[in-house]
């Protein structure tokens, strides 16, 4: 199934941590913050930005909300708008996920997870 530029898809993120182990987003005990940056990795432009739970929202950002798939599996749901397929056609895509977990050993009491990979292909529509 291709996702075409100018359509609005909606995608369901797992969230795990260093060991592997799937995080609830909606529990603040295990998650406090989750961030998303999608950019196209030629030109570093950002096709869109996402957070969960900062008030008020940045500028820039889009909100991200979380949805019970199963019981103990709750994911984040990410939807893009038809500008952002539209910026991010071809295959040059990334996506950067910051999951920001209590950590009462560091300073501050918040632990950044960063995960970085390719998002897949947006094929421009006819």
């Given amino acids: 199934m291709a996702v075409l530029s100018g359509s609005t898809p909606k995608y369901l993120l797992r969230l795990y941590n260093e060991a592997g182990t799937q995080l609830d ?12 940056h999608l950019y196209n990795a030629i030109t570093g432009d950002i096709v869109g930005r996402f957070i969960l739970r900062e008030s008020p929202l940045p500028d820039g950002y889009t909100r ?5 798939v199963e019981t103990g599996d709750v994911r984040v749901l990410m939807v893009l708008t038809s500008t952002m397929t ?6 040059s895509n990334e996506i950067q996920i910051d ?8 300073p501050g009491g918040t632990r950044i997870i960063k995960n970085k990979g390719k998002f897949h292909e947006i094929v421009k529509s006819k």
């Fill in 64 to 68: 991200l909300t979380t949805k019970i």
């Fill in 99 to 106: 999951i920001h977990v209590p950590d009462a050993e560091v």
């Fill in 25 to 36: 987003p909606s529990n603040l005990v295990q998650v406090l913050e989750v961030k998303v």
């Fill in 86 to 91: 539209s910026a991010a056609a071809g295959n």
